[in-house]
């Protein structure tokens, strides 16, 4: 979905996820829908903001927003949602273990040891609600701060995919750069209060100053080697 913010994403959601379940539970032998809904934020303040696609949540937008009849709500409730930030998916230790105690473990010439969970291991850690359902709607909100995986020689690679970024999100994460890297001490923590002036000086230095010539984006500013040493 490409909506600006505020124009109610999270209300499109809640249409799209009540749609699916009260179809998915009165049509039960149809393979179009289904009960099972994944939601992957980008952080922990947005997936706790979207609490209220839980329909037993006390702030629901099912109910708060009437978006369907009386009668249906009990139909929501069998809907299986989970909502996590995309951290989630990292694979992790399961054994924790020291970096002396992984060494003696391992031996001066044995292999590495393999302590990292499985992709299923994972799976079955982030959503357990949804396992042993065949049909599963994933919402990847906030999908345009996803990056591909950064290449490993910037030289020559093909970095024609970052002209589709947006405007705004270059603004954000070059100015994030900026208050962290350039605008505090070494040790200190980063000062929060200059991140609007901030924002308006590179707003103007992106209109006014830079220039890309030769096939280049102004995005490639976030890639290490491409444009960040410059900043």
């Given at each position: ?27 039960p032998n149809s393979r ?38 009386g009668d249906m709500l ?151 080697g491409t444009g960040r040493?410059?900043?």
């Open positions: 979905m490409t909506l600006a913010t505020g124009t109610g994403k999270t209300a499109v959601m809640a249409m799209l996820i009540a749609w699916q379940t009260i179809n998915a539970v009165r049509r179009k829908f289904t009960r099972g809904f994944l939601v992957v934020t980008p952080g922990l303040t947005i997936r706790d903001r979207l609490r209220v696609l839980q329909p037993n949540d006390p702030d629901s937008y099912y109910q708060s927003r009437e978006l369907v009849p009990a139909d929501l409730e069998r809907a299986k949602i989970v909502i996590t930030n995309f951290h989630a998916f990292k694979l992790r230790e399961r054994v924790e273990l020291s970096k002396g105690g992984r060494l003696l473990l391992q031996g001066r010439q044995g292999a590495a040891l393999d302590t990292l969970e499985t992709e299923g291991q994972m799976i079955q850690r982030v959503m357990p609600d949804l396992m042993g359902m065949k049909n599963i709607l994933v919402f990847n909100d906030e999908a345009h701060h996803c990056y591909r995986a950064k290449p490993e020689n910037a030289e020559g690679a093909d970095l024609i995919h970052t002209g589709d970024l947006r405007r705004s999100t270059l603004l954000f994460h070059v100015t994030k750069h900026l208050l962290y890297t350039k605008s505090r001490d070494p040790g200190e923590e980063p000062k929060l209060h200059l991140f609007g002036q901030l924002t308006r000086i590179t707003k103007d230095w992106l209109d006014n100053c830079l220039v890309c010539k030769g096939g280049t984006y102004p995005a490639q500013l976030l890639y290490p040493h410059g900043l």
